[in-house]
């Protein structure tokens, strides 16, 4: 005879309502923080790396020119590698504009030519699938290579870069360099020639989908013994957003000045750090009479 299957029977369990409320609101409750704290975190990304203000106007103003009010003139030279020292931007001049890390400072490279700067950025720019060739002038961080026709590739003018500062959270960093050529009237021409690259070059693209837009820069107030001509490129949104670059002028002297930023340092408070440091410049002794 099969026996019978044993079944336990068991009282029944009374309902417990609250218990899916008690689970909907802490489900809610976790995503609240999840989202919270995606957004916070989400927030100090967009303040540490993105643009602090991807809408800033670019300024707007009288076309610069490349010749100074009152130019120092010369021939040959009036400075030489002598008064590259002179030329480092002077602290006081950064640090009222947050730029109090001064890292790679005059010394830190050795001194090239504009030759060898010539043949790395003709070598880059083609490798980098950059284009068009009147924008060559825009990676560099040196006054050389301008133009892609030859003219620089051995010469000996000397280089120098002297410093690299940054603000606290590194957000924005100006980099400067010094070229000497033979005489004033080469660096002239230089600036000249500049000028026109920089009217001739709207839009930069290269390899991995790069792009960026490129406008002159108006004229800044400057001492009259100098000149400059200058440039803004706008990027992808980013650390490096925004680049102002000047290259300032001053007997056979050209001095670049370019500050890489999110957009936390604006336009107007980048010329201003130039225009003071033109009054630095207009101060350098020449080492030969002019």
Not at 58 to 74: H, I, S
Not at 192 to 207: H, I, K, N, R, Y
Not at 230 to 237: E, I, K, L, N, Y
Not at 277 to 289: E, W
Request: charged fraction near 20%; glycine fraction near 8%.
């Amino acid at each position: 005879m099969t026996q019978p299957i044993e079944q336990t029977i068991t009282a029944p369990k009374r309902k417990r309502v609250w218990i899916p409320v008690v689970i909907v609101l802490s489900s809610l409750l976790v995503v609240a923080l999840v989202v919270g704290g995606v957004a916070s975190i989400a927030s100090v990304l967009a303040q540490r790396f993105g643009p602090a203000a991807p809408q800033q106007e670019l300024v707007t103003g009288a076309a610069p020119n490349a010749f100074a009010d009152a130019p120092l003139e010369c021939t040959p030279a009036c400075f030489d590698e002598s008064s590259v020292e002179a030329t480092v931007i002077a602290n006081e001049t950064l640090e009222p504009f947050g730029f109090n890390q001064h890292d790679y400072p005059w010394g830190t490279y050795d001194p090239t030519s504009a030759g060898a700067q010539y043949r790395a950025t003709a070598a880059d720019w083609a490798g980098g699938d950059n284009h068009p060739d009147q924008c060559v002038f825009i990676p560099g961080n040196a006054p050389a290579a301008i133009i892609l026709d030859g003219t620089d590739e051995d010469s000996t003018d000397i280089v120098e870069w002297t410093g690299s500062h940054a603000d606290e959270e590194v957000r924005n960093v100006i980099d400067q360099s010094v070229r000497l050529f033979a005489d004033s009237a080469s660096a002239t021409h230089y600036l000249e020639t500049l000028a026109d690259q920089v009217a001739d070059c709207d839009l930069v693209s290269g390899g991995d989908g790069y792009s960026a837009v490129v406008t002159p820069a108006p004229a800044l107030t400057l001492d009259e013994s100098c000149a400059a001509i200058g440039w803004v490129r706008t990027g992808d949104p980013g650390m490096r957003w925004r680049a102002y670059t000047f290259d300032m002028q001053r007997g056979n002297m050209v001095v670049r000045i370019r500050l890489l930023t999110d957009g936390s340092t604006t336009e107007d408070a980048f010329r201003g750090l130039v225009e003071s440091y033109s009054t630095q410049l207009a101060t350098v002794q020449p080492t030969a009479a002019p």
